[in-house]
């Protein structure tokens, strides 16, 4: 799912091509945040679709961001991969950097 728009030999552009899809940073958050059900992740993003957020979990599962694992029923859970986790800090570390410099009344 990367862009060919970016160029292959730059680490930072390649890594935004996984980061960059709109909401795939929110839904990390809420899923390090111990969400782990499609409908518990979809409350904790309240104003993405529910399609959209079937599509980006499809995306980042195939990026190796997170893991489905089928449960009982109808009923799977996702998990951050490793590869997911090693980000953590580093977005976390975004987000206070933006609430620094960026709009601090949120």
């Known amino acids: 799912m990367t862009d060919q728009t970016y160029p292959r030999f730059c680490p930072v552009a390649m890594a935004a091509s996984l980061l960059e ?10 899923m390090w945040n111990g969400s782990t059900r ?6 904790g993003v309240p104003g993405m679709s529910p399609g959209l957020l079937s599509k980006r979990l499809k995306e980042m599962e195939a990026n190796g961001l997170v893991m489905r694992h089928a449960g009982s029923g109808a009923h799977g859970e996702y998990l951050t991969t490793p590869m997911a986790d090693e980000l953590q800090p580093l977005v976390r570390g975004l987000g206070e950097w933006a609430h620094r410099h960026v709009d601090c009344e949120v």
């Open 38 to 43: 499609f409908s518990e992740i979809q409350r």
């Open 21 to 30: 899809p709109r909401w795939t940073m929110l839904v990390l958050c809420e």
